[in-house]
């Protein structure tokens, strides 16, 4: 996996300790919120003070960082492992034990783990010291803070017109879906759209020579085909066969042609009205047809889709899953884009996709124009948490490096 450098993965926060004012015995936090990358965590029983320390739901907290849980009624103990790239960690915790067993050894607790209606807590500290994730207890607010610790995730990057300044950023990526290709308004494969076209080479520069170097620099170059159903240009290809067969075909030839090694494909639009069951059939036939071809010649197929809760209907999660490589949630289709997207929509996206389709085949995608820092963090903070491969980030061009070199501004790269 690759650390994408220019966008935080996970928050980077300042924090002191921990523990709470109180009193000796057990206080309920009443109205407590837990929040993880910036947006709340259920939880089943509210955190608690004990002995001036802030105690937390151990399994709930746990799980959502990734960490495994294993459970031994007959020794009342808890064991968490986590596996990350630095190696493995088991912790053993035992009710009413303030020395829990790390990999072997005993480390003491500020409050032995304490039962409370069947939900094992423990010190909210204990997360920070064991786990790497950064934690706060505000009193006045009666908010725990919890950022996930840093992981690497799977990122695939969006090079569309205009990218060229940020060419750098492609190996920071294990892939970069090139938007250089869409079907046109009368439902056709083309190269040379309004929007969406192969650039003019600039020199030694060429479009042919970044695909080259984003593959021999390990990052796996896609062929990124967009369309939007406004004018029923999709309509028009899914409903006639002969020219449906002529843009497979017309895809997979540019695809191989040109160096590239998958095929993103982006159709947005469709389902909005009319027989939905029908525009996912037809859809389906359409990406199955496309895949067994692309697959034919070792090339992978990334499918771009409206979260399950848009407005838009014609796309079955479950049946494209198991055609395609995996799944894009456009998880930034819910506002005008004049602010980051709404976090609850994103969350409930995510959980209905969930319903359908694995978490190793989600990715999440998240606008750049859209976002800002905390907002982009607390969405990876969501991938993290459900586990899902990764995150997709539209686009290069809007991350904000430096202005264009000289090159960058003549060209359209």
């Known amino acids: 996996m690759k650390r994408f450098g220019k966008l935080l993965l996970c928050l980077a926060l300042s924090i002191g300790g921990v523990a709470a004012a109180g009193t000796p015995s057990t206080q309920a936090a009443g109205g407590v919120k837990i929040m993880l990358d910036g947006y709340p965590l259920p939880f089943p029983v509210e955190p608690a003070v004990m002995k001036g320390t802030t105690m937390v739901p151990f399994r709930a907290i746990s799980e959502a960082l990734g960490i495994q849980i294993e459970w031994n009624q007959a020794a009342q103990q808890i064991k968490a492992t986590r ?59 009666k908010t725990v803070s919890i950022t996930s610790p840093k992981e690497d995730l799977y990122t695939l990057g969006f090079y569309a017109q205009g990218a060229y300044g940020e060419v750098s950023l492609i190996p920071s990526f294990n892939a970069i879906a090139f938007g250089w290709s869409q079907i046109d308004r009368n439902g056709r494969f083309t190269t040379s759209g309004e929007e969406f076209r192969w650039p003019q080479p600039a020199g030694e520069v060429t479009p042919e020579s970044i695909v080259q170097n984003a593959a021999g620099g390990g990052t796996t170059p896609y062929l990124m085909v967009y369309s939007v159903d406004g004018k029923l240009e999709l309509t028009k290809n899914l409903e006639d066969k002969q020219l449906q067969e002529e843009t497979i075909t017309s895809i997979i030839d540019t695809a191989t042609q040109k160096g590239f090694k998958g095929i993103a494909l982006d159709l947005e639009g469709l389902g909005l009205s009319g027989d939905k069951a029908k525009v996912q059939a037809d859809y389906n036939a359409f990406i199955r047809n496309l895949s067994g071809k692309a697959k034919a010649l070792g090339l992978k197929l990334t499918v771009i889709l409206h979260p399950l ?105």
Do not use: C, H
């Open 309 to 413: 809760n848009s407005s838009y209907k014609g796309y079955d999660y479950k049946t494209l899953a198991s055609l395609a490589d995996d799944l894009v949630i456009m998880a930034y289709a819910y506002e005008d884009e004049s602010g980051p997207e709404p976090i609850d929509k994103v969350d409930e996206g995510i959980r209905l996709a969930l319903k359908q389709v694995s978490r190793d085949k989600l990715i999440l995608g998240i606008s750049v124009y859209s976002e800002n820092e905390a907002s982009v963090n607390s969405k990876i903070g969501l991938a993290k948490r459900y586990g899902l491969k990764g995150i997709a980030i539209w686009r290069l061009g809007l991350i904000g490096t430096p202005a264009w070199n000289e090159m960058g501004k003549s060209v359209e790269l």
């Open 83 to 141: 596996k990350d790239a630095s190696g493995t960690k088991v912790v053993t915790l035992t009710l009413g034990n303030s020395k829990a067993v790390v990999n072997g050894t005993a480390v003491n607790l500020a409050v032995a783990p304490q039962s409370i209606r069947g939900t094992t807590m423990i010190p909210l500290s204990f997360f920070s010291g064991q786990f790497g994730a950064a934690v706060s207890w505000n009193q006045a607010s």
